[in-house]
């Protein structure tokens, strides 16, 4: 069974950074592109960027070219995402999810963690 | 970006009853390989958004045949007939042909 675990809550000061962890079980991670998304309170989701952990090849979408930083440790099979100068803005819960392929056939955001709940404030 | 406008943003629903969603695209969503990379997700209150439909049509693991998608180019329609309660909550529509990636805004199902 495939299982992504994400950390724990984060209370961030603004202007400090945050780093969010995402651990697989049941699916090696060198074999997929793993997504963060975030939704801000009471909102729809947002794609914030994906990572080939095989290769640590990364795409963002541009809001967050300056914001997010995604790496994996392949060792681990866990992904992160460090969040940098947080703004209260920045307040939501950010999810992973992993694309899957299994006898031929690929899905995209197939399998997603819990979310771990990020609020900035002072 | 790619903009995805889903509509309605809230559809009353008996149990029972047969909906549709409607995800539409601000540009066409065939990729360059052949394929159409447009997938449907249930977020269920206080849960993680789960895959129903991928690749148009195509339904994931486990997702009863009561969900149905269709649709080609711009225009998708996501069918829920004979809903039942576990049914309830958002529905969003994901395009993965163009980077960024871009979700619609949502759809609450929602009882009558």
């Given at each position: 069974e495939v299982q992504l675990q994400q950390s724990g809550a984060e209370l961030g000061k603004p202007g400090t950074s945050v780093k969010l962890s995402c651990k697989v079980s049941g699916?090696?991670?060198?074999?997929t592109y793993m997504h963060w998304v975030n939704q801000r309170p009471g909102k729809g989701l947002e794609w914030i960027g994906r990572i080939d952990?095989?290769?640590g090849n990364t795409i963002y979408a541009e809001k967050f070219k300056s914001k997010a930083t995604l790496t994996a440790d392949t060792s681990s099979n866990t992904a992160y995402m460090q969040l940098s100068?947080?703004?209260?803005?920045?307040?939501a819960i950010y999810f992973c999810a992993i694309d899957y392929y299994s006898s031929y056939i690929y899905y995209w955001f197939a399998y997603w963690g819990q979310g771990t709940l990020v609020t900035v404030s002072s | 970006d790619v903009l995805m406008t889903q509509t309605p943003v809230s559809l009353p629903v008996s149990l029972g009853g047969q909906v549709s969603i409607s995800c539409r695209s601000s540009?066409?969503?065939?990729?360059?390989?052949?394929?159409t990379y447009l997938h449907w997700y249930l977020q269920k209150p206080g849960q993680s958004p789960q895959l129903l439909i991928?690749?148009?049509?195509n339904r994931f693991s486990?997702?009863?045949?009561?969900f149905s998608g269709s649709g080609s180019g711009t225009d998708f329609t996501l069918k829920i007939s004979r809903?039942?309660?576990?049914?309830l909550g958002v529905y969003y529509c994901l395009q993965s042909?163009?980077?960024p990636n871009t979700f619609g805004a949502g759809t609450k199902l929602e009882l009558k």
């Open positions: 699916y090696n991670i060198r074999n952990p095989a290769n100068q947080l703004k209260s803005d920045d307040t | 540009q066409s969503l065939v990729h360059s390989d052949g394929n991928y690749r148009v049509s486990g997702v009863p045949d009561r809903v039942e309660p576990e049914d042909t163009h980077f």
